[in-house]
């Protein structure tokens, strides 16, 4: 294959994917073996926040992750300007740290 050519992918998207689902807050823990990366949302008004979507994969699989996202937010950056990430993380806590992360209810 010719050092210019792509491989194409061929996906199906399917209606109910779509549309998508809004996340403000990511939490993400791992093992040896995999990231477990926990979408939520935080709004005003709301009790806590609701986690909707859940993506395991491989640590291989997340540093291809960690890597795209890096290439897409400096190309997006290069286009509309710097992105201002507001205060810095206070540091990194695992899901388990939670009392509520599996639905139960530890008081």
Known sequence: MDNNEKKQISLELKP??????YSNL???SHSQSEFIIDFATALPGLPKPE?????????EHAK????????????FES???KIG?????KGT????DFANHNGG???
């Open 64 to 75: 291809r992750l960690l890597n795209a996202l890096v290439d897409n937010i400096s190309k």
């Open 16 to 21: 109910e994917i779509a549309k998508g689902s």
């Open 79 to 81: 286009q509309f300007g």
């Open 85 to 89: 990430a507001g205060s810095e993380p």
């Open 93 to 96: 806590f695992n899901l388990a």
């Open 51 to 59: 986690i909707s979507n859940r993506i395991i994969m491989t640590p």
């Open 105 to 107: 209810n530890k008081s």
């Open 26 to 28: 990511a939490i993400i």
